[in-house]
């Protein structure tokens, strides 16, 4: 049902108004205290951890709320990382597959070009008001160890990012950017070299290191209180987009939607709307196919389980162990969701539909054509799905998320798809 004008408002307003009143109070009883979202969450960690990451759920819930700290942030987002980030209308892009009109945030134009740079500031900051002087990290590929050390160069802290030997080879001009900043890349050479050890790793520093360091998660993953403060520091997203929204058009979007890897760019954005009349989507990696490896969704193949401390849906097998899974979009192939996204899907609020890699570069290809950005690949599976809805539905609106630019992947795309001429681009839209 949709309500575009003020009648309908009037004559649908009374079922919009209840229709999510549930989610009124929604930041204050999720998480919980000791960090459960509904049946998800937590933080199952080894007693030796146990104080550090009281210590710092203690810090983040007195330091959250003093104005001081919430200054320092807002300047930090205005001076340093050029927020807010605008809305923007695609125009043509909207026009391609009828008339529902397409809205990005632009969070490629936030400062390092992605999202990831909210929650580092905020963890930064963080940090600084708790006397740490050190930011511990691990990296895949490397995009959140480039956002932390910019964080750690801005409040002049030493970082360490804990990173695969495997990854490192694979993602060169990240390690160099990383070691620009000032940041130490520490190699982890055990197992399969990879994410999964690096965070064994990190974990391990961080229990050595607790008093003078803090550990700063890349997404809205791990144990609490790291869901909850990666979504509080990314809920700047979604507060500016939604009033943006309504300056730009006088009325809500019909939907909204963002990529999900671990959650954080679309948690950013979703939350602040959940009360409202907006439908909501996430969009997984559904990769080269439904089998088991080709793809790195999870809402729609995962089970639940725990992995790195916390309860949610993981792609899993009877062992509980962690199954492979890929993406084309490195920043979306992880075998496991935040435990808020799993949460939202059994209260039925958010759906969660999957794109696959030839979609997403279909879409990447068609956003750079017709609007001239050109997104990053995780960000592609958004734009994917906002056009499917566009075709499906032909009129109204969606917003979506676009979490970050593509400059970091246009090699890759050249060496594999050229200038996308396997795809249709040439539409006549006057
Ligand atoms: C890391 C990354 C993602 C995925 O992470 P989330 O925590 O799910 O947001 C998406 N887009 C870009 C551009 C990224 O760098």
């Not at 400062?111 to 511990?136: P, R, S, V």
């Not at 089998?291 to 969704?297: N, Q, R, S």
């Amino acid at each position: 049902m949709k309500c575009d004008t003020i009648i309908d408002n009037v004559i649908f307003g009374g079922f919009y108004m209840n229709q999510y009143k549930d989610f009124d109070n929604y930041l204050k009883e999720f998480p919980s205290k000791d960090g459960y979202f509904g049946a998800y969450g937590g933080a199952y960690l080894p007693e030796e951890l146990i104080p550090a990451f009281r210590e710092a759920d203690d810090a983040y819930e007195a330091i959250c709320h003093s104005a001081q700290f919430i200054n320092e942030l807002r300047r930090i987002r205005k001076e340093f990382q050029g927020r807010p980030t605008p809305v923007y209308h695609c125009e043509r892009l909207s026009k391609i597959f009828g008339n529902c009109q397409i809205y990005l945030k632009r969070e490629d134009l936030n400062h390092t070009g992605a999202h990831k740079l909210n929650h580092c500031m905020g963890e930064g900051l963080l940090a600084k008001f708790m006397g740490k002087k050190k930011l511990i990290a691990e990296t895949g590929a490397g995009q959140h160890g480039v956002a932390l050390a910019t964080a750690a160069a801005y409040f002049g802290m030493e970082c360490d990012i804990y990173m695969g030997e495997v990854d490192i080879a694979k993602q060169q001009p990240n390690v160099i950017r990383m070691k620009m900043l000032g940041a130490n890349v520490v190699p982890v050479t055990h197992g399969l070299k990879t994410l999964k050890e690096a965070v064994d790793a990190a974990f391990d520093a961080y229990l050595k290191e607790y008093k003078d360091a803090i550990y700063c998660i890349g997404s809205t993953l791990g144990p609490h209180p790291f869901p909850k403060m990666v979504r509080d520091f990314q809920s700047v997203i979604g507060i500016e987009a939604r009033e943006q929204f309504m300056e730009m058009t006088g009325i809500m979007p019909d939907a909204v939607a963002a990529c999900v890897g671990g959650g954080s760019n679309s948690l950013g954005m979703f939350v602040p709307f959940l009360a409202d009349p907006v439908e909501i989507y996430g969009v997984e990696p559904l990769g080269r196919g439904e089998k088991t490896g080709d793809h790195a969704a999870t809402m729609k193949f995962g089970t639940k389980g725990r992995l790195h401390g916390f309860d949610s849906y993981l792609l899993q097998d009877e062992n509980g162990e962690p199954l492979p899974v890929y993406s084309i979009a490195s920043g979306l192939d992880y075998p496991g969701v935040g435990p808020e996204h799993a949460h939202l899907r059994d209260l039925g609020r958010v759906h969660y539909e999957v794109v696959s890699d030839e979609e997403a570069m279909e879409a990447f290809f068609l956003l750079s054509r017709y609007e001239g950005i050109i997104p990053a690949i995780e960000s592609s599976h958004a734009v994917a799905f906002a056009l499917r809805y566009a075709k499906e539905h032909k009129t109204g609106s969606i917003l979506v998320n676009l979490s970050g630019r593509g400059d970091k992947d246009i090699d890759y795309v050249y060496e594999n798809y050229g200038c996308g001429e396997k795809f249709k681009l040439d539409y006549d839209i006057k």
